[in-house]
Nanobody, 122 residues
Framework: VQLQASGGGLVQAGDSLRLSCAASGLPFNTYAMTWFRQAPGKGREFATTISMNTGYTDYADSVKGRFTISRDNAKNTVYLQMNSLKPEDTAVYYC????????????????WGQGTLVTVSS
């Protein structure tokens, strides 16, 4: 199983960015997909999750209304559209996969991508 996250970079506050996470080696449409993030000097935290087939989503309060998670099961890829970025969104963003229902708990996830760095300057 491999999760390959990409799309990170350096942007200014107010800008948008789209992250991608391509999965291989697993039946993608049976896995819930989630983005976590880890800011410098802080622990990793939940950002958003999407169910395996129905597209139900959940968001952390800190990103609600600005971030949108989506998935394309035909391409085995999950996306994170980030709008109105703030300096406090600066973090390494990780995608994770778990079979079955979505969850916001890191311990529920067995597969993780390598992370992609997003830096938002003020």
């Amino acid at each position: 199983v491999q999760l390959q996250a990409s799309g990170g970079g350096l942007v200014q506050a107010g800008d948008s960015l789209r992250l991608s996470c391509a999965a291989s080696g697993l039946p993608f449409n049976t896995y819930a997909m989630t983005w976590f993030r880890q800011a410098p000097g802080k622990g990793r935290e939940f950002a958003t999750t999407i169910s395996m087939n129905t597209g139900y989503t959940d968001y952390a309060d800190s990103v609600k209304g600005r971030f949108t998670i989506s998935r394309d099961n035909a391409k085995n890829t999950v996306y994170l559209q980030m709008n109105s970025l703030k300096p406090e969104d600066t973090a390494v963003y990780y995608c994770a996969a778990r079979i079955g229902g979505r969850s916001s708990f890191q311990s529920d996830y067995g597969y993780w991508g390598q992370g992609t760095l997003v830096t938002v300057s003020s």
